[in-house]
Nanobody, 119 residues
Framework: QLQASGGGLVQAGGSLRLSCAASGSAFSIDAMGWYRQAPGRQRELVASITTDGIIEYANSVKGRFTISRDNAKNEVYLHMYSLKPEDTAIYYC???????????????WGKGTLVTVSS
């Protein structure tokens, strides 16, 4: 089970920090990360990180978002800076048993947390 938190309403240029914790004794996780889905749009990858620390970002968030994780706690974080109205979306954390960013290969999804950026 994945539990995400940290969403909310922020003005453009502001910052937010999302957190996601994995719980359950059956977890064997490699990659963790975040997708987002804006109204009327498809879900898209935001950032991912493997247990080895390999990181990928969507081009739209490079230089503004930072992903990190605590492997011992099975937690992943997304620090979002210089937020823009186009970052408004529901953010979903994920966990996968292999090093993947592909939605079809992801094993676990959080319920999503809403981020709203006002102009």
């Amino acid at each position: 089970q994945l539990q995400a938190s940290g969403g909310g309403l922020v003005q453009a240029g502001g910052s937010l920090r999302l957190s996601c914790a994995a719980s359950g004794s059956a977890f064997s996780i490699d990659a963790m990360g975040w997708y987002r889905q804006a109204p009327g749009r498809q879900r898209e990858l935001v950032a991912s990180i493997t247990t080895d620390g390999i990181i990928e970002y969507a081009n739209s968030v490079k230089g503004r978002f930072t992903i990190s994780r605590d492997n011992a706690k099975n937690e992943v974080y997304l620090h979002m800076y210089s937020l823009k109205p186009e970052d408004t979306a529901i953010y979903y954390c994920y966990a996968a048993e292999i090093a993947t960013m592909i939605q079809d290969d992801i094993n676990y999804w959080g319920k999503g947390t809403l981020v709203t950026v006002s102009s």
